[in-house]
Structures are given as C-alpha cells and as structure tokens.
C-alpha cells in the first residue's frame, strides 16, 4: 500500500483531560514516558495552555514547569507538542500577547517544538495572523478544522473551511471530532472533498469515542487518504477520549496498512496508567455504547468529566442528565457554538446554573455576558444568539459594568516592574496567567517532587502505611525481606 500510517499519541493531554478531570501528575507522568517514548510514534501530545497551567497551581498544588522541564527531558526520541494558540480566550483569560510569546519560546527552549492550534470558530482569518508568530518563535503549528452537528454546519460549510485552512499553508491540517458526533459514513463522505479542497497539505484525524464509534471513524479516515491518526493508551484512551492505539493499529494491520507504531513497548504504561487509575480512584476508559443524546447536548469528552468532578464536589452529581439536556438548549440560544474550549465550558456552566436554581438564566456568569457582548466571536456569535435570551442577559446591572469595563493594556515590562525585575521567565509567566495563585508554587521547579512508580502490591502496603498517623512502628518480615517503619521517635528510642 502507500506511505505507512502514523500514530500521535494523546494519553498524556487529551486522554488525561477526557477521563482523569486533567488530575494527572507529574510524577504519575513520568514513569511511563520512557515507554511511551520507545513506541515510535509521530509524535507525543503534551500539555495544553490556559487551563491546564491553571489547574496545576490551583488543584493540584504543582509546579506545571516540573512537568515541562522533566516531561521534555524524558523524551528522547519523539517529538513533543503543544496543545493551544499564543495568546486569546483559549489561554483561560486575556493573557498578554508578548506574555504569550514568551511561553511559547520557554517552551521551544526546553524541546517542544510542535503544537495544535486553530480557530474556535473555525476563523482562519485568526489562525493566519498566527502562524508566522508560532514560526518566528520556533514552532510548527498543525492547524484544526473543528467538525461539530448543527442547522450551520453542513457540508458546504466544512468544504469552505478546509479550503479557507489549505489556503494559509500550514505544515498540516487536523480534522477535529472534538464531541466524538462523527459517524463512519459522515466521514467517509464529507472527509474527502474537505481533503480535496485543501490541496496537497497532509491531514491527521483526532476524534473522540463519546459515540463509540472513534475507532471506525480513524479507520474510514485512513481509506480517505489520512496518514495521521491520533489514539491513546489504555486506561486512557476509548469512553470520552481517543480510541485504543491497540485496537487501531491491529485493525488497521488486518486491512493490510503498514503501521509505524511498536505496540508492545506500551504495555508497561497500560500497567502503570491502570496502578495509578486504582490507587487515585480515577477513571479506566472502556468503549461506549452508541448514545443518540450526545448529539443533543454534544458536551465534549474532557467537558463531560470535568463536569460530573464539579457536580460531584457540588454534591449534586445526579443532577447530571438534566444539565446536559439543558446544554443542548443553551447551545441553540447561543447560535450553535462549536463545543471547543472555552465555548463548551460556557454553555455547560451556563447549563448548570439553569438547572441549579430552577430558572433559565436568572443567574448567569460573566463569561456569558463576555459572550452576549461578543468578546468570545465577535459578529458571529451576537448574530447567531436568540435575540430575546441575549436581551435577558444583557439587562442586568452587571453586563452594563463589564460593558462599560475596558481592561488595562499591560505590558511585559510593566509585569517584569510589578513581579520584580529578577524574577524568573518561568516564574513570571506562571504568575501572569494564573494569578496570585501561583505564588506559593512558584520556584518550587527547582526543587521537584520524584517519580511515582505503578505500585505493585508491597510498595503500595508501604506507601499507605507511611501516610498513616495511627502506626509509629510497623515492621514487615519475609524470606528474603525484613522491613522495619518508624515514626514520631528518635533512632535508639523504645519502640513501645
């Protein structure tokens, strides 16, 4: 057959986000890189920008440069990428374009080199007036054309995108199923006249499984032409996240495709994935059955688990099928969004608020306003909204504030002058975009935390044993192995 079809890994970004709540660690991180690393793939996903930095600082008490610094360092062999633009709405606030700049170029220095951006609005208008900052700074960007189910979407309109995205030439286009709503004769015949209106520049597919049928989709994509496909590693990957790298390089093997990905080298990280999804309580993605609802609500995989941890932490968890019905609704007011971040976490907050008090917007969030105001799409999306629903938005003491609010200019120097002149770029970055949240994790990069091993079951009786307060003297015995614990006593002293 043709070229051999190539894998990109996601386990570590999208996987993570669709089923871990983004919880994963950095020490959950790094024992399976040098597994992940060894499998020959195209290249690795790795972190994404605005939120994922945020939830570091803010909920897991961590350094997201450790990540960075060590995670980069572990890959030898595969290419890292970066997941998001250089500055905008999507960075999780107004971050300052040269603050932006300087990530980026953070980023480059300590090895990643790739990222996947793109519009979501599927604007390439925008993504073009990127692209040669991406370039200047070092990166090569692949650039998304966002697929998504409404009275909007149709055929004419993704044929015009691919061809609004082949016309700025990037080093390659990304066909996104960011909600998992593709269907195997969808992209068998949509996917290739997209293709065709682009030109020769090379594709990847990146779908999600919410519907069950991710792994169909990637297979349909390579008949199409695609030689890119993106899958994760289980415990990781099927559920809301991408398909099993498994499951698609066998079958694509079966049809007779030459596959350049080594699976076997991955079972380790299956093991220390699943150790780690057992021991946190976190999830182990399984395939879905086919659910005809998400095409109502269509809630992207990473939004779906963020939102049953945040309902969960609400105590109203078995509230859930009501806010995604109401998703669905708030979705049509809105104009048909694309449900991308941070799109998606508006509506679906949005959508939880309705269901929570009891009355369709009579609370709303300020990122609500933001959007009837169009600071989140400008023409497209006021034109697109329900008129009355933005009118009840808009009529309210707060919108008139924050249309009044015209944020300060503010610049690299200023925030160099008001965070301290020494202080470091990596420093200086985390505390631009996250806040003063950042303060008490700041520098904390020199001095990370180590590894966490997939415990077997003596390490994990060990690890629990140490964090528990109620035994200051434990002691294991074994053929071959003694173990003695103390704790809350000085060496020498009784052990009563």
């Known amino acids: 057959m043709s070229e051999a079809v190539r894998f990109v890994d996601t386990t570590i970004r999208d996987g993570q986000a669709s089923l871990w709540a983004m919880n994963m660690r950095t020490r959950h991180m790094l024992p399976a890189m040098p597994h992940l690393d060894a499998a020959g793939f195209d290249s690795m996903e790795f972190i994404a920008t605005g939120s994922r930095l945020k939830k570091f600082v803010r909920h897991l008490g961590e350094n997201p440069w450790d990540w960075i610094r060590q995670g980069s360092a572990a890959a030898e062999r595969t290419p890292l990428r970066w997941h998001g633009p250089i500055d905008g709405s999507s960075m999780s606030g107004a971050v300052v374009p040269e603050v932006g700049e300087l990530l980026i170029s953070k980023a480059v220095e300590l090895g990643i080199r790739h990222t996947r951006t793109g519009s979501n609005w599927n604007n390439f208008d925008a993504v073009a007036a990127q692209l040669p900052r991406f370039e200047r700074l070092g990166m090569t960007p692949v650039i998304n054309v966002m697929y998504s189910v409404s009275p909007k979407h149709t055929d004419e309109y993704f044929v015009r995108k691919a061809k609004e995205a082949g016309a700025i030439a990037p080093y390659r286009l990304c066909f996104k199923d960011v909600s998992g709503m593709l269907t195997p004769e969808r992209t068998r015949t949509l996917l290739p006249q997209m293709m065709a209106a682009a030109g020769s520049i090379p594709w990847e597919f990146h779908g999600h499984c919410n519907n069950g049928l991710g792994p169909l989709n990637a297979i349909e994509a390579v008949r199409a032409g695609v030689r890119v496909v993106h899958t994760a590693v289980p415990p990781l990957a099927n559920a809301n996240s991408q398909p099993s790298v498994y499951n698609v390089a ?61 309902l969960r932490l609400a105590g109203v968890e078995d509230r859930l099928p009501e ?73 309210r003491p707060r919108a008139r504030e924050i249309a009044a609010f015209e944020a300060p200019r503010v610049t690299l120097a200023q925030l160099r002058e008001h965070y301290g ?39 994990e009786l060990i690890r629990r044993l140490a964090e528990q307060d109620r035994h200051a003297f434990v002691s294991l015995q074994q053929p071959g192995l003694k173990l003695t614990m103390r704790k809350g006593s000085p060496a020498g002293a009784d052990e009563a």
């Open 421 to 459: 002149r020494d202080t470091p770029d990596e420093d200086l970055i985390l505390m631009s975009i996250v806040g003063d949240d950042a303060v008490d994790v700041v520098g904390s990069v020199r001095d990370p935390r180590p590894p966490a091993p997939a415990d077997g079951p003596l390490l």
């Open 250 to 310: 066998a079958n694509l093997r079966e049809l007779g495709y030459e596959v350049d990905v080594d699976t076997d080298v991955l079972r380790p990280a299956t093991e220390h994935f699943t150790a780690i999804a057992k021991r946190e309580g976190f999830q182990i993605g399984v395939p879905y059955e086919y659910d005809e609802r998400l095409y109502r609500h269509q809630v992207p995989g990473g939004m779906i688990s963020n939102l049953q941890y945040q």
């Open 323 to 395: 806010v995604l019905e109401e998703t669905a609704r708030v979705r049509a007011d809105f104009g048909y969004p694309i449900m991308v971040t941070p799109l998606s976490q508006f509506v679906g907050s949005q959508a939880a608020i309705n269901v929570i008090t009891g009355e369709r917007y009579r609370q709303v969030t300020d990122k609500t306003i933001e959007y009837a105001l169009g600071r989140h799409g400008g023409d497209e999306a006021v034109d697109g909204m329900d008129p009355d629903v933005r009118d009840r938005i808009l009529d």
